[in-house]
């Protein structure tokens, strides 16, 4: 439904959304605050982009390798009629002064990005590329010859390259096989940030942390570790708030937020519902399990 919103619409979705979980929980005040404006402006992004659908990596009836991703990075950044470097470069120029505003020790990361994308010292696309491809030697190479902090960096344009990152998505999920997969995205290979059940028999269902693909999983696996003894996972809850919850397992350390839909009337909104369950992942880590995926808040804990 939303992907028919116009760019200010969605960013009004997720102002709206954001409003409700500040009622409904006046803690999450200042968290809230640091997040809104950069999230709402990856809505607006992702909103304002085509649709991403060309060229395809393969026909649909391609088979899919169990436990290897369906589409690599060359999948995702291939676009006939997208000028990649200019999308991430006004990208970047939009989001800076949101993630700015909310994370001020990002200030100096900033100021060094506005002055190499202003000289021309830094390939951007060649930065998401090797950031995509877990290339840490070049992605440090490219940094030091614009002169900026690889790990500010690196998280500036992940933020910037997100919502053209789950548009793609959108376009290649078709490819998927249906039922159920592995604990890793099938798509693009990244980890969960989170869990839900729904429909009358208690689908697990996962929700990637870099592209936003949903994908069917075994409700008795680590999606991280697939370790399937009983014994050593579990939950916890807090009370009065029981449709959220965290998994966690003691084999690998690793925990999951997750969500209980089974008898809502509407779909959460999924670029900040991770958000509104911080308090989750604040009682997690005081355990001494670690997030299945680093994410922009759980980072903060």
Not at 112 to 117: D, K
């Amino acid at each position: 439904m939303s992907d028919a919103l116009t760019p200010d619409q969605a960013a009004a979705r997720i102002n709206q959304a954001l409003d409700e979980m500040q009622t409904q929980t006046p803690a999450l005040a200042q968290v809230i605050g640091a997040f809104r404006g950069s999230i709402a402006a990856q809505a607006a992004l992702k909103a304002g982009l085509p649709a991403l659908d060309q060229p395809q990596p393969r026909p649909p009836s391609a088979h899919q390798t169990p436990g290897l991703p369906l589409a690599g990075v060359a999948d995702f950044l291939l676009v006939d009629g997208l000028d990649l470097p200019r999308h991430l470069a006004q990208a970047v120029s939009r989001l800076l002064p949101e993630l700015e505003r909310g994370f001020p020790a990002l200030a100096p990361a900033g100021a060094a990005l506005r002055a190499a994308l202003a000289a021309g010292d830094l390939d951007l696309a060649g930065a998401l590329d090797a950031v995509l491809g877990g290339d840490r030697t070049r992605l440090e190479k490219l940094c030091a010859q614009a002169g900026v902090d690889a790990p500010g960096f690196e998280f500036i344009l992940l933020q910037a390259a997100k919502p053209f990152l789950e548009r793609r998505a959108q376009a290649l999920a078709g490819r998927l096989a249906k039922g159920e997969h592995g604990g890793s995205c099938p798509l693009c290979g990244s980890l969960p940030e989170l869990s839900y059940l729904q429909g009358a028999a208690g689908e697990r269902w996962l929700r990637c942390s870099l592209c936003a693909t949903h994908w069917r999983f075994s409700r008795t696996t680590c999606p991280v570790c697939g370790n399937q003894d009983q014994e050593k996972m579990g939950f916890f809850f807090v009370e009065g708030r029981e449709e959220q919850r965290v998994d966690h397992c003691s084999v690998c350390g690793k925990y999951l937020v997750g969500l209980d839909l089974r008898g809502k009337d509407r779909e959460p909104v999924w670029e900040v519902v991770g958000l509104g369950m911080i308090h989750l992942d604040i009682l997690a880590q005081q355990r001494g399990f670690s997030p299945t995926a680093a994410l922009a808040w759980n980072r903060l804990v």
